[in-house]
């Protein structure tokens, strides 16, 4: 929802809380990989790239966090 919103500040803290519940959960790299475009929104993308290689380092083959990456 709040992605939705555009409120990136506060998707990024409940991707936090999210990965932090769960940090090797099987969504967790949707996580990671979510958090960084909300990042990116915000212009992060340093932070951005780190999500990004989270992700892939969880699950190689999950198309979005490389192409996010790609936009960081």
């Known amino acids: 929802e709040a992605m939705k919103k555009k409120d990136y ?3 990024i803290s409940f991707y936090n809380q999210a990965i932090d519940l769960s940090p090797n959960g ?3 790299h949707i996580f990671l990989s979510n958090r960084a ?3 990116c ?3 992060r993308y ?3 790239v780190t999500s990004c ?3 892939i380092a969880m699950k ?3 198309p ?3 192409s996010r990456n790609a936009l960081s």
């Open 53 to 55: 290689t989270e992700s």
């Open 9 to 11: 500040e506060s998707a």
């Open 37 to 39: 475009a909300a990042e």
């Open 46 to 48: 340093d932070d951005a």
């Open 60 to 62: 190689g083959d999950y």
């Open 64 to 66: 979005k966090a490389f």
């Open 26 to 28: 099987p969504s967790t």
């Open 41 to 43: 929104h915000l212009q």
